[in-house]
């Protein structure tokens, strides 16, 4: 797909603007606002810098632009929705757009997971997915199960429900005297000893699953709620699961009558050449958190998937009247549905769940040519996203990820660093010759990196 990018004359604009007022979301202030990385334009596999030059987006935005920049179907259906109804109320109201939507979402789930309530990101989708799970057990005469278990080194958002699951230290110690009550944290399957430079799924790890049940022994089956992981993590720099370990989860769970959420945020939408990591794996979680690549990113959009189940217990067990209450004032947006519906036509159909499955096979490849260049300790990869690590310079864990991801933005690729992980999930719709540029870019800036 050959980029035509668009015309801006932004570059002065931005120059001229103050950027004292505006306090960013996960982001050195300081040193940014010292030399600011600017992007005034997209478009297909190509972001345009202040300056004028082509930015080969490595990152699908942030894991979201799966059907890549600007594309047409999706920009028209925005603007049409705009003009014929810019917004509707969705308490007490509906509008024909979002249960067209939730049609075509169910048809791409798997099992029961038939039951669709809108947010507007991931975080709000996990503390709605938390709450289902209480709401759920308290409507069936199981009270008790309060508790949650996440895993450390996982990210749920950043909510303080999704904060509490969550296991990234830096994200909670802010706000650790505000967490959760009642939460548990499983390990986390990163072992270097063990599985350094796996391709695909390692081997080593699945046994890790059984903590959970050590935990069940310690806190008792009745009162866990719920157990919520990522299936492969992301923004901790991503971890593959290894071999058996969701099965044995979900075997766990089933057991003792705990629900299993996945937060598919990322790997929702074909990141992992299928439409979710519950079918890639085979293992179907009682609730699923969605968003990002519902939307290509284009509006903001996330979602809960419930098993019919759940849902059917919380809603018919209720007194008449409101059955569960909890809800967002954007939630199913019109402008956000008639963006969704777009994108899941250009998944469909331009084949890009398969493409990513087919072109996986090619970044593996690609990616870990990477052993042996300076600094680099494991390369991970699956379905179409990969990461390699950069042993930390001591005494300052993170600052090799840091100046690598800024090089490569310097040198026209734009990659995550997440710590000393430098992770990679281009758009679905790359070609061969855009792995090769991100990575001969990385090669680059790896052997200038001290």
């Not at 509906?94 to 048809?107: D, Q, S, T, Y």
């Not at 935990?215 to 157990?227: L, P, S, W």
Request: proline fraction near 5%.
């Amino acid at each position: 797909m050959t980029d035509t990018l668009p015309q801006t004359d932004a570059l002065a604009t931005e120059r001229a603007l103050s950027l004292d007022a505006h306090w960013m979301p996960f982001t050195a202030n300081r040193a940014f606002k010292q030399a600011p990385r600017m992007l005034v334009g997209a478009k297909d596999m190509h972001y345009v810098a202040d300056d004028g030059r082509r930015i080969l987006d490595g990152t699908a935005g942030l894991w979201c632009v799966n059907a890549g920049h600007g594309r047409e179907p999706i920009v028209k259906a925005i603007a049409r929705q705009a003009a014929e109804m810019d917004y509707a109320p969705p308490f007490q109201m509906g509008h024909p757009h979002a249960f067209h939507l939730a049609e075509r979402l169910v048809e791409l789930l798997p099992g029961d997971l038939d039951r669709v309530f809108y947010t507007n990101s991931g975080s709000e989708a996990v503390d709605t997915a938390l709450k289902m799970a209480l709401a759920y057990h308290r409507a069936r005469g199981e009270p008790s199960r309060v508790r949650f278990v996440g895993r450390l080194r996982g990210y749920h958002g950043v909510g303080f429900g999704g904060m509490s699951v969550g296991g990234i230290e830096a994200n909670r110690k802010p706000f650790a005297g505000q967490m959760l009550a009642g939460v548990d944290h499983l390990p986390h399957t990163h072992d270097l000893a063990q599985n350094a430079f796996s391709r695909g799924q390692p081997a080593w790890g699945g046994h890790l699953a059984e903590e959970l049940e050590r935990i069940v022994a310690r806190q008792g089956a009745e009162t866990i709620a719920a157990v919520i992981v990522e299936p492969v993590a992301g923004s901790t720099g991503v971890l593959i699961p290894p071999v058996g370990y969701l099965e044995r989860l979900r075997a766990i769970c089933d057991q003792h009558g705990i629900l299993l959420i996945f937060d598919e945020v990322i790997t929702g939408f074909g990141r992992l050449g299928a439409p979710f990591a519950a079918t890639r794996f085979a293992v179907t979680p009682d609730l699923m958190t969605v968003a990002k690549g519902i939307t290509n990113g284009a509006v903001p959009m996330g979602a809960v998937f419930a098993r019919r189940g759940i849902h059917d217990t919380v809603v018919h067990s209720a007194d008449p009247g409101i059955e569960f209450f909890h809800g967002y004032t954007y939630s199913g947006h019109p402008l956000a549905c008639a963006a969704a519906l777009a994108t899941l036509d250009v998944y469909r159909d331009e084949g890009l769940f398969e493409r990513a499955a087919e072109m996986g096979a090619y970044l593996e490849t690609a990616m870990h040519e990477l052993r042996g260049e300076p600094h680099v300790i494991d390369v991970r990869t699956l379905g179409f996203v990969a990461a390699f690590e950069l042993a930390p310079r001591e005494g300052a864990v993170g600052a090799r990820g840091v100046e690598t991801f800024v090089a490569c933005f310097r040198e026209g690729a734009l990659v995550r660093a997440t710590g000393d992980n430098i992770a990679l999930s281009p758009p679905l719709i790359a070609e061969r010759a855009h792995v090769d540029e991100l990575v001969d870019v990385i090669r680059r800036v790896l052997r200038r990196i001290a």
